[in-house]
Nanobody, 115 residues
Framework: VQLVESGGGLVQPGGSLRLSCAAS????????MSWYRQTPGKERELVAT????????NYGDSVKGRFTISRSNAKNMVYLQMNSLNPEDTGVYYC?????????WGQGTQVTVSS
């Protein structure tokens, strides 16, 4: 099982980034996919989540209206489009695959929002 995040980096406040997560080794279409982020001294928080069919989506309050999660079941990919970034969005972003029997996590990708 592999979840590989990419697309992180350094961006100025107000800028945009698109994160990608490539999934392999499991039945992608059976899993809810989510993005979490973690900053030093804080617990890992849910950023966005999308169900297996792509029609049930939820966001953390701090990113509503700025971030968009999507998935391609044909490509085994999940994406996070992040707009209007601010320094509070800085952190390590993790991709998670979940269902009742268990979860898988990626290694994370660093996002830094700074001028």
């Amino acid at each position: 099982v592999q979840l590989v995040e990419s697309g992180g980096g350094l961006v100025q406040p107000g800028g945009s980034l698109r994160l990608s997560c490539a999934a392999s080794g499991f039945t992608f279409t059976s899993y809810r996919m989510s993005w979490y982020r973690q900053t030093p001294g804080k617990e890992r928080e849910l950023v966005a989540t999308i169900n297996s069919g792509g029609f049930n989506i939820n966001y953390g309050d701090s990113v509503k209206g700025r971030f968009t999660i999507s998935r391609s079941n044909a490509k085994n990919m999940v994406y996070l489009q992040m707009n209007s970034l601010n320094p509070e969005d800085t952190g390590v972003y993790y991709c998670k695959a979940s269902r009742a029997l268990g979860d898988y996590w990626g290694q994370g990708t660093q996002v830094t929002v700074s001028s």
